[in-house]
């Protein structure tokens, strides 16, 4: 299942009524923000929105998707499922293909987005309805825009080109500031371009059908190709095209390419803008792009992203694309790993079910978790269930911590490591005391605790549950 | 709320008299965007009071010009190689 870009997802949502197109007029403040935010508030089976009316564009023209992937069944399809696949069931579907790494990718030079091409008089404003996002963000951003580049020092090597969704706020008609931190790809490129003295070509794709913007949003290995990550977890090859000025790979069904260079040297003002944190970010002196020529299809939609407090669209993007990595790294270690439920705050809380081999196991596991690529900046707090809790179903978790974990005994904070700079709680900012509170049934040698009679399901509860599974549908 | 009622003269962040046009909307008089020269805020003639009022714009959220060069850069710009 692949849909072949950003319009061809929106159909498929449209048919399983899991889009809203919205032909009223709207204001791009604070109606848009505010209707994706509302959208998160109420539910979590939710539609995305199409805007199709804001002042200042014509009608038809300047349009918003937004709250593309904001729900379990919008993600359901994106995997090509039946909307209504439990979380669960969505978590081992990508994991299973997150096994098929590297699939193919494939060449076209048609792509749809070389219909039109601006180099002078260049005004990102007249061709996307740029619009605030949440009330103190110091202006319009792209967030959910693909950012490639190659590095300067392996311009050749395919695997170590990036593709990453940076935030991007747009300071002018045609200059960008981005945020690369040291620790992401685009930083490391961008580090090699300065030590050189050049500055760093990117190409920054928007608007995409929603497989290489969940990969984008994705750990990977540094050498490790997002395309070909992509062609894996869509079960088809990925096409990509060569942008015109950079030379660099773009998604071939993209709504708008914009093309230029990140300045080297360059640093200014940037932020605060509300993150999935909950947070607003605060300012900080950051790179700066020049933008050089935008590439774009006629009425091109500008698909953004809504952010803030979690719930969000961020979090159900980023919920299973941060878990298994997590669990096919643990999982390495640790066969006895049966999932891993990272997708509060990007796996700042995560929560492992594990078969204990023996007492104090879970909590060797824990602490190997925060020493994983990820745990270097997230699981701040991890939860250990036994392998017969669903780490997805919260009930059965809390059910797990409330008559399992014992205080004293199971609780292990480690002091002082590191954690990313925007949690709040951290103090320095990226330094943090973890936790591990285990969870898990106490067994040999650890004898403590009454756990010898457990309220089992009753006889056929099985059969039961398709008979009524049945009748309800 | 037309371009006349909100102030274009001073920044509501960082209170610079140090504004531009960024660039006005494609279906004529539907807005005008603002943006500072001295903190990059910018702001759009139909926002609410909220993005636009210098004097009720929180203290938190405030920045004051002088502060800005001190502010980190993050990353920070490596050495040259030599
Ligand atoms: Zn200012």
Redesign the pocket.
């Known amino acids: 299942m692949a849909y072949a870009d950003l319009r061809d997802f929106l159909a498929a949502l449209d048919r399983e009524g899991q889009l809203l197109t919205y032909s009223e007029p709207v204001a791009p403040e604070p109606d848009i923000g505010a209707a994706a935010r509302a959208t998160a508030n109420i539910t979590d089976r939710g539609p995305a929105l199409l805007f199709g009316n804001i002042n200042g564009y014509e009608p038809g023209k300047g349009r918003v998707a937004i709250n593309v992937v904001g729900s379990w069944p919008n993600h359901a399809l994106l995997l090509g499922l039946d909307k209504d696949t439990s979380v669960k069931d969505q978590f081992f579907e990508f994991a299973g293909r997150w096994d098929a790494f590297p699939g193919p990718i494939v060449r076209r030079e048609d792509a749809p987005w070389k219909e039109v091409t601006l180099t002078e008089d260049i005004d990102l404003f007249q061709l996307l309805p740029l619009f605030r996002l949440n009330t103190y963000d110091v202006g319009c951003y792209i967030d959910k825009a693909v950012v490639i580049s190659r590095d300067p020092d392996d311009p050749d090597d395919f695997g170590k080109q990036n593709v990453g969704i940076y935030r991007i706020q747009v300071k002018d008609k045609d200059r960008l500031g981005i945020q690369p931190l040291a620790a992401h790809d685009l930083g490391l490129h961008l580090q090699h371009a300065e030590e050189r003295g050049e500055n760093l070509p990117v190409a920054i794709a928007l608007g995409n059908e929603p497989v290489i913007t969940t990969v984008g949003g994705m750990p990977l290995a540094y050498d490790r190709s997002e395309y070909e990550m992509a062609a894996a977890i869509q079960g088809a090859p990925y096409p990509i095209t060569t942008a015109p000025v950079t030379g660099l790979d773009v998604p071939y069904g993209s709504e708008v390419v914009i093309e230029g260079e990140i300045i080297a040297g360059e640093r200014e003002i940037e932020g605060p803008f509300g993150e999935f944190t909950g947070h607003y970010s605060g300012a900080k002196r950051q790179p700066v792009i020049r933008i050089h020529q935008v590439s774009h299809r006629r009425n091109p939609i500008f698909e953004h992203l809504y952010l803030g407090m979690p719930w969000t669209e961020m979090d159900y993007t980023l919920a299973l694309n941060t878990s298994v990595p997590l669990y096919r790294q643990l999982k390495t270690a640790f066969p006895e790993v049966t999932a891993v439920n990272a997708m509060y705050t990007q796996g700042l809380l995560g929560i492992i079910s594990v078969k204990q081999r023996f007492g104090g196991f879970a909590k060797a596991v824990g602490m190997r978790a925060m020493t994983l690529p990820h745990g270097l900046a997230y699981c701040k707090v991890l939860i250990m269930v036994d392998d017969d809790v669903d780490p997805f179903n919260l009930a059965q978790v809390m059910w797990a911590l409330s008559v399992h974990y014992h205080p004293l005994h199971d609780t292990v904070t480690v002091p002082n490591l590191s954690v990313l700079a925007l949690d709040p709680s951290s103090d320095p900012a990226g330094i943090t005391h973890k936790v591990i509170l285990d969870a898990t049934t106490p067994i040999a040698p650890e004898e403590r605790g009454h756990y010898s009679q457990v309220v089992g399901n009753p006889e056929r509860t099985a059969d039961w549950e398709n008979i009524v599974k049945g009748l309800l549908k | 709320m037309n371009d006349t009622d909100v102030n274009t003269s001073i ?1 509501p ?2 209170d ?1 008299e140090n504004v531009r046009v960024l660039t006005t909307s494609p279906v004529p008089g539907g807005w005008t965007m603002y943006v ?1 020269v ?2 990059v ?1 910018s702001w759009r003639s139909t926002e609410p009071a909220s993005a636009t009022d210098p004097l009720t714009y929180p203290a938190e959220f405030k920045i004051n010009p002088a502060e800005i060069p001190a502010i980190p850069a993050i990353p920070a710009v490596p050495p040259r190689r030599r």
Do not use: K, S, V
Request: hydrophobic content about 10%; aromatic content about 12%; proline content about 0%.
């Open positions: 920044c962040r960082c610079a500072c001295t903190c805020y």
